[in-house]
């Protein structure tokens, strides 16, 4: 009987290519196998194929905010094996604010007082403490972002951040909403821009899309846009057709500004149509009937879209009986998390490569 034919390496690198970036134990597994396959898989060209093959970073946990005796920050895997320890973020009086290109941004308190920003690398476990600027303001939230003007955002791991940080103050007989960006390059922060506007800041997490972020305001009822490349704000009125609370900002199906609310038990999705100066108007999309894709329990069940996945059409849905991810348009359900009172869900995405892994991944 003829031995077997071996595979030649670039053969080998092809199969490898094509193991799913959503499930990391696949390729930390993979490397085991031999060395010649330990090899291929710590190239740095292959890994650099590997996420361009791949395109979108995999979802591979969520981060929320919980309350006993004080804020503290949890990480709750969406894998089967995970690269984070359950301890990771075990610190009293931090808040999760958001997570973009491989890093979460979290707030220190100190008696309701923020004291500092915190850019965390949850692979690297890498920190970097960003002072917060002097402001009066009682409502206020942060973003993040990768700071290099030329990188595709399939490994921001390392290299240089922006932190924007927007807050709303009561100034004479109006509010105003002005934000100012922090880069790491300079540990500087920029003079502040500001708007006048009777809405008040919330601390969600933000829609990075076509240049700009988009925050919500007063329980998502209007839309703060600020500009990243005129370095303006506007406000944008949401759809007004929602139960309370109301809907957040989403990426939609054109990978512009959307918007995505619950009422009657109905998901309605939304696209909008902006102009330089704010926005045309909104297009309605789908409309998804929650309890056929659910498993709730009762005609009175409790129906929130708490979160989403920054450039897909993974959303979060809160129910009296778990946190879901809905898969927008194949209305795949999964269940990721347990009953619990959810402000917003941040959601983490990174590829985590066996470069990254040096022995972290654990089984969950």
Known sequence: MAAPVELIDDAIAEILLRLPPDDPACLVRASLVCKPWRRILSDPAFIRRYREFHRSPPLLAFLHNIYDDGSIARIVPTTSASPFSQTALDCRNWWIVECRHGRALLNSFDRLAPTGLIVWDPITGEQQHVPVPEYPDLYYTAAVLCGSECCHHLDCHGGPFL???????????????????????????SPSI???LDSYIEERPSLLTGGALYFSLEQGKRILKLDLVRHGLCVIDAPDVYEQPEGIVVTAEDGGLGFAGVKDGNLYLWSGQVSPDGIAG????RVIKLKTLLPILGPLASLH???????????????????????????????????????????????YTPDLAKGRLTST
């Not at 879901?324 to 619990?340: C, D, N, P």
């Open 163 to 189: 932190v924007v940080f927007v807050g709303t103050h009561h100034e004479e007989d109006t509010d105003v909403t002005w934000a100012s960006i922090y880069s790491s390059e300079t540990s500087t922060w």
């Open 194 to 196: 500001s708007i006048q």
């Open 282 to 285: 909104w297009v309605q999309g």
């Open 305 to 351: 879209v708490i979160g989403f996945v920054e450039g897909t059409d993974i959303i979060f849905m809160s129910t009296d009986i778990g946190v879901f991810t809905i898969m927008l348009k194949s209305e795949q359900v999964r269940k990721v998390g347990e009953r619990g009172s959810y402000y917003a869900i941040v959601p983490y995405m990174s590829f």
